[in-house]
Each structure stands twice: as structure tokens, then as C-alpha cells.
């Protein structure tokens, strides 16, 4: 089969299938200040000596907040029928909360409408991890109070975009927005804190139960949860490894889900965080209870998980499978893996709706030649991925669409611009945009497989 010829599933994707690419609006946009904006605890962190690789910023990114015109344009031409981005929440509201800024308001309908223009769908995210700086000062997502600063904020938007928009997002990633923030320290704000790491969980979970409320009373029927899944696969058989791989499975992939589909939490939770896991009541779980219309399923990769002591709070890390291909984030290229989780939210979940809502990999490109760039092994693992997805659709899980992470090379958080999952390249110096082999290939599925714009 020729690099050209889609390889794809046999089996063509439903009527409707959304087949989009998605990005963020702290990694893509630039200009982070700019017509009122507020500062985001992303742009303190980066700007903060140490915290991100080469001490990049987003200062500039893909200074998509310029060029938003054209890149709805390289959309249309990759045959897009969806687009994933988020909302700069301090853009909004500069301070988090109280005066609108209508020039950030204005930013997004505009884009919104060149959308909609090009038959483009739509996906909007509130939150992609760019908290207003000014939130962060009385508390940020510790605050009991910032269920209701984001309730607020999510408000502004259905009034502004409800009647554009029908694909919501609440948060992208509560998993990563509290392990990287607060536990491990890595991302924004950077803090280091089991037991305020589980109440900013709460938190999160109480802010997408508001806003999910009051969008149902603006009216908004499709508001979705995206959430980070891996399979955790022990690496043995022995009762060690499995209750390891168990105890991984309900820290990363349930923490979240099971909340809001069953108003609980997974029982290893109490064992992960001990004396630093809050005594819930039951009404308080209870309010967790707030199923989304559909599950944002971003998958990247599995783990193969043995039992350690020593790798706190889990007492359970990831076995490297040095024979396997990994991508430039060291992450095990394991294509079942989005099948298998496709099928565990249909089984565990009762089948609700999901879209993938990233999926993609980083690898070292090489330098276009002649106006190409073959980037060989993002092809390969996109070809293989869609194949994955196919397979879930053919044991019937309720596949609704396929985001590929991501549209542009882009400010990848702490490690900044040294990681690149782009199907179209973004020059480091002039910022010109270079669609990709991997961008030709799924302009081509699409073309084949898709329904078309
Ligand atoms: O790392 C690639 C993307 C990132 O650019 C997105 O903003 C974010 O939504 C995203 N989530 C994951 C998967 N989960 C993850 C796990 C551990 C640390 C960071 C991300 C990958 N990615």
C-alpha cells in the first residue's frame, strides 16, 4: 500500500461523522494580552525562568490570533468538517470574573463564523488549562469558589455562541489539569500538593456539573467532558502487578468519569491519597453526578504498569517497552489501546456518544525539501489509529468523530516548541504554515471516508 493510498477501514464511518483537528488557544494563539486580555496562570508559568524548556513562551506560538483567517482557509483545503479549539478565558473576562472584554468576545465569533462559513463544525472547549491569573491569586481552582467563576464565565459564552455553536466542552483533561498543576508540579501553577490536588479535583468536577447546568438552562444540548484515557496493562500476571495496574486504571481513567456517570469515586482513590483524601459527604459526591451528552476521548498512548512502592502516590509505574516504536514523547505507539478504551467507556458507561477529541504524535521532522515534508512515521501512526477507531465503530461504541491533535506544530506546554504534533508545520522564524505528508494523508481519508463538507 503506497504512502498515498488512505489506508483505511473498510467499513466507512456513520453519516455525520465529524472528521476535524484540534488545538488550544494558549498553545496556538500568541498575542496573549492583546485588546484588553487578562494575564492566564500560562502566561506567568512560561514566563517564569526554568519552568518551560528554552524558557519559551507563548508569547508569539503559531500567532494564530493574526492569522485566524488564514488558518480557517488551511482547514477548508485539508477538508476539515470540524474544528477543535478552546476559549482564552481571561481574553473574556480579564480579571476571571465581572467586566466583559468585547474585543475577546468578538476574537471568537469572528472565528466561529469563518467557520461556519467554510461548513466547518464547531467544537468549543472552555477550559484548556489557561486559568485568569487573577483567579489564581484568590485561590484559583482551590477556591470553593470557582465552580461558580466558571459557571459564570461558561455562561458569557452560550449567551454569546449558543446559537453558532452545538459541539461544548466544559474542561479539557481534569486529570491533567490537577496531576500536572497540583500533584506533580510540571504545569501551571506548578504546585506540589496531594491534598490540594484532590480538592482542586472536587472543584473541577463541581465547575463542569455548573456549567453543564447553566448551559441546559441556555438551552445548550450537547455539552461533552474531554478526558486523557490509557489502558493500564500490568505487567505481569502476579496479584502485585494487577492490583497496580487496578489501582493506575481508577487514578487516571475513572478519578473523573465515574463521578460524573455514577456520582462516586473510585474506592482506590482513599488508598492512593490516605490521610490527604477528603472525607466527602454523600450529598457532595452526589452533586458529582452530571453525565455529559458525550465523552471527548483524547488518547495518545497505553501503559504497561508494574507495582513499585516507591513511585508515589499510586505505588505503581510505567515498564518502558523498549521493543515497541515510541514517539518523541516517549509515549509506546499501541493503536489497540484506542480501540480497547473505546470499548471500556461503551461497556463501563452504557455506550454514551464520544468523539476522540486528540489524538496524534510527536516526532522528530525532518526539514521540508522542495515544499514537502515527509513526515513518515506521523502518517503511520495516523493510518493505524483511524484503523483503531474503525474497529471500535465495528463493535458498535457510538463514534461520532475523530479530532486529530494536532492542526498546527505548537507551544507543547513545558516542553515547549521542542515538540512538534502538527500535520501541518509551523515555521520557527516566519511561522508559515507547510501542510505535512500526515496532513495530505487525512485530507485524502477524508476525501474518501468522509462525508464531506
Ligand atoms: O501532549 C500533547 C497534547 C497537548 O498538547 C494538549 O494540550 C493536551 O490536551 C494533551 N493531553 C495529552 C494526553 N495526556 C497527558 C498525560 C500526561 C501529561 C500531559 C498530557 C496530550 N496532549
Known amino acids: 500500500m503506497s504512502e498515498r493510498t488512505p489506508a483505511m477501514p473498510t467499513d466507512s464511518p456513520p453519516n455525520g461523522f465529524l472528521w476535524g483537528a484540534a488545538t488550544s488557544a494558549y498553545q496556538i494563539e500568541g498575542s496573549p494580552l492583546a485588546d484588553g486580555a487578562g494575564p492566564s496562570i500560562w502566561h506567568r508559568f512560561a514566563h517564569t525562568p526554568g519552568r518551560v524548556l528554552n524558557d519559551d513562551t507563548g508569547d508569539i506560538a503559531c500567532d494564530h490570533y493574526s492569522r485566524w483567517r488564514e488558518d480557517v482557509a488551511l482547514m477548508a483545503s485539508l477538508g ?175 478519578w473523573f468519569l465515574d463521578p460524573v456517570f455514577f456520582g462516586r469515586y473510585p474506592a482506590q482513590m482513599q488508598t492512593i491519597f490516605g490521610t490527604d483524601w477528603p472525607d466527602f459527604s454523600a450529598s457532595e459526591l452526589d452533586a458529582l ?45 499501541h493503536p489497540q489501546g484506542l480501540t480497547d478504551i473505546l470499548v471500556w467507556i461503551q461497556g463501563r458507561y452504557g455506550n454514551p456518544p464520544v468523539y476522540i477529541t486528540e489524538n496524534g504524535a510527536a516526532f522528530e521532522d525532518p526539514q521540508p525539501v522542495a515544499g514537502r515534508l515527509r513526515d513518515r512515521e506521523r502518517l503511520a501512526y495516523l493510518r493505524s489509529h483511524l484503523r483503531a477507531a474503525s474497529r471500535a465503530l465495528r463493535r458498535g461504541v457510538d463514534l461520532r468523530g475523530y479530532f486529530a491533535w494536532s492542526l498546527l506544530d505548537n507551544f507543547e506546554w513545558s516542553y515547549g516548541y521542542a515538540k512538534r504534533f502538527g500535520l501541518v508545520r509551523v515555521d520557527p522564524v516566519d511561522r508559515q504554515r507547510l501542510i505535512k505528508d500526515s496532513g495530505r494523508f487525512y485530507r485524502d481519508a477524508i476525501r474518501r471516508y468522509g462525508g464531506g463538507r
Open 289 to 333: 453526578r452530571a453525565p455529559p451528552d458525550f465523552v471527548g476521548v483524547n488518547y495518545y498512548s497505553r501503559s504497561v504498569v508494574r507495582a513499585d512502592p516507591t513511585a508515589q502516590p499510586v505505588g505503581a509505574r510505567r515498564v518502558r517497552q523498549d521493543t515497541r516504536p515510541h514517539t518523541a514523547m516517549d509515549w509506546e505507539v
Open 80 to 254: 476539515l468538517n470540524a474544528y477543535r479549539f478552546s476559549v482564552a478565558w481571561a481574553r473574556i473576562l480579564p480579571e476571571g470574573t465581572g467586566r466583559v472584554n468585547q474585543a475577546g468576545l468578538d476574537f471568537y465569533r469572528h472565528l466561529v463564523d469563518a467557520l461556519l462559513e467554510q461548513g466547518i463544525e464547531p467544537m468549543l472547549t472552555l477550559y484548556h488549562w489557561d486559568l485568569p491569573e487573577a483567579l489564581d491569586a484568590r485561590g484559583g481552582w482551590a477556591s470553593d469558589a470557582s465552580p461558580g467563576w466558571f459557571a459564570d464565565y461558561a455562561q458569557i459564552l452560550y449567551r454569546a455562541l449558543g446559537d453558532r455553536v452545538r459541539l461544548w466542552i466544559t474542561l479539557n483533561e481534569p486529570w491533567v489539569i490537577t496531576a500536572g498543576g497540583y500533584l506533580y508540579g510540571d504545569l501551571a501553577p506548578g504546585h506540589c500538593n496531594p491534598r490540594e490536588s484532590a480538592i482542586v479535583a472536587h472543584n473541577l468536577l463541581r465547575a463542569h456539573a455548573a456549567a453543564s447546568a447553566s448551559g441546559r438552562a441556555e438551552g445548550i444540548e450537547r455539552i461533552g467532558l474531554a478526558v486523557n484515557l490509557e489502558p493500564q496493562d500490568p505487567a505481569s500476571d502476579s496479584p502485585e502487578d494487577q492490583d497496580a495496574a487496578a489501582r493506575r486504571d481508577a487514578f487516571i481513567n475513572r
